[in-house]
């Protein structure tokens, strides 16, 4: 009788285990789709069976086993750094390459080939009142498209600086996240499937912001630090990052546009530490693609070099000669004007003197010749001793900015591209491994039914055998 009552003891336990199994298979399956989810599986041992000793034997739940893989989990994260980096790149250097025209039709260059076009013309007819004025529209035209290149430049660092801001907020946010996940598990004996999977979800989205090293403590919190050492997430202590503008003290061009900082809780500069991820692509086309054009406060830009260099030769050519050949002809003046303040200003304010007139400009150069200026302006288009820059034209200068920004862009898409398939190999690499299989969950499903119905039959098989005995003995 002691051993009928210990065996209906046991199929009830057994039901019970059984029940753990299927309610795991149904999680696993409701979560298939869940962001950072693992599979699980309940640990099922198997209890020892000697009768002469009194063990009916059964089956015991010995808690939950996941499938994650942390190892896989970091090289997702890894690779997810690498993506976030060359996107925020690939975007910043498509929106800097759009400024540039590569057929050379318009924008700049077309407008720098009309201009050389009306300075050989005017070296034609130095006397036209129309060609003088043909060349004052193609100066203004020039000065135009350099100045509205200039702003749109401006505007992509603009909108670079508001995504760092929104980065940074968004790192912050998800920094948060963690830490309130830190917060639960010391409260909890033991750890939970969905918030793990709500954490480790947070830490993959936060890899594609920021190259972050994630470390899982022995009390089950996680502490998050960049690369560089700066924390994020420590216990249940979350410390803030920030971003702001600077331009060094001491700069060599006091007055450039400021590149953008990222500083720790205690407000020191991190910049250097943060190298992959989103932050990372965006701090690189903002302090250096962009830069170097619109320069900083090391570095002039190659804008700003183009637009003072071609003034300033236009400019000499024509303040050396005269208006015209006779006697007392009054000195040529500048076509061109800057803000010579800072190297930096001047592609933002290039602009057509506006005292100059069909008038005031000087065909004739200084030993008279009557069209000597018009034909040294004209020469411009083609000869780099005339006026050039380091060695080149002014054309082949532009066009090497032109040449420079399409290959940034190329590059960082050709990155883009390949990064996306290497983290999409590593991401069903780490899903081969704690993912959940459907079929898989089918199977076990089934599995567990049917020792589920089995385990019932036999208690309803002892319970039937326990009511005859009773019966007997009434």
Do not use: C
């Not at 006397?127 to 100066?139: E, H, N, P, T």
């Not at 998800?174 to 709500?198: E, F, K, M």
């Not at 410390?239 to 007055?255: H, K, Y």
């Not at 069209?371 to 082949?396: D, H, P, R, V």
């Amino acid at each position: 009788m002691s051993n009928l009552l210990a065996t209906l003891t046991t199929a009830g336990n057994a039901l019970g285990v059984y029940e753990q199994a299927l309610n795991v298979v149904q999680n696993n399956i409701t979560n298939s789709s869940t962001p950072g989810y693992a599979k699980q599986s309940l640990n099922l041992e198997a209890l020892p069976f000697d009768i002469t000793s009194g063990l009916t034997g059964g089956v015991a739940a010995r808690g939950l086993d996941s499938a994650r893989s942390e190892y896989a989990e970091e090289e997702v994260r890894r690779q997810n750094q690498s993506l976030g980096f060359f996107e925020a790149q690939a975007q910043g250097a498509s929106s800097i390459e759009n400024q540039f025209d590569v057929s050379g039709t318009s924008g700049v260059p077309g407008a720098l080939n009309q201009l050389f076009q009306s300075f050989s013309a005017w070296s034609v007819s130095p006397g036209d009142a129309s060609a003088r004025q043909s060349v004052i529209a193609s100066a203004g035209n020039l000065a135009a498209q350099i100045h509205s290149t200039a702003q749109a430049l401006a505007r992509t660092s603009q909108n670079e600086q508001d995504q760092i801001g929104s980065t940074v907020d968004q790192v912050n946010q998800l920094a948060s996240t963690i830490q309130q996940y830190n917060v639960l598990r010391l409260r909890q004996s033991g750890p939970d499937p969905n918030q793990d999977a709500n954490v480790h979800a947070a830490l993959e989205q936060l890899s594609e912001l920021a190259d972050v090293t994630a470390l899982t403590q022995a009390d089950g919190t996680v502490t998050v630090v960049l690369s560089g050492g700066a924390p994020l997430v420590v216990g249940t202590n979350q410390f803030l990052i920030s971003t702001d503008l600077n331009v060094p003290s001491g700069a060599q061009n006091s007055q450039a546009p400021p590149t953008s900082r990222i500083l720790d809780w205690q407000g020191t500069d991190i910049s250097s530490q943060v190298t992959g991820g989103k932050l990372g692509g965006l701090l690189d086309v903002h302090n250096r693609m962009l830069p170097s054009i619109l320069g900083d406060g090391q570095q002039t830009g190659s804008l700003n070099q183009f637009a003072k260099s071609f003034a300033d030769a236009v400019n000499q050519i024509l303040q050396a000669g005269f208006v015209g050949p006779q006697a007392g002809a009054a000195a040529g003046v500048p076509l061109f004007v800057y803000d010579a303040s800072d190297p930096t200003k001047a592609s933002g304010s290039f602009a057509v003197n506006s005292n100059i007139t069909a008038d005031t400009l000087a065909p004739v150069d200084a030993s008279g010749n009557a069209n000597g200026n018009a034909l040294q302006l004209a020469s411009l288009a083609s000869s780099s001793s005339a006026g050039g820059i380091n060695g080149s034209t002014f054309g082949a200068f532009f066009s090497g900015i032109t040449t420079s920004a399409g290959q940034e862009s190329a590059t960082a898409q050709q990155n883009q591209q390949t990064q996306q398939q290497v983290v999409a190999q590593t991401r069903s690499l780490r899903d081969q491994i704690s993912g959940v299989s459907l079929d898989e969950q089918a199977v076990m499903l089934m599995q567990f039914q049917r020792s589920y119905q089995a385990a019932a039959r036999v208690l309803t098989t002892i319970n039937s055998i326990l009511d005859d005995t009773v019966n007997l003995i009434r």
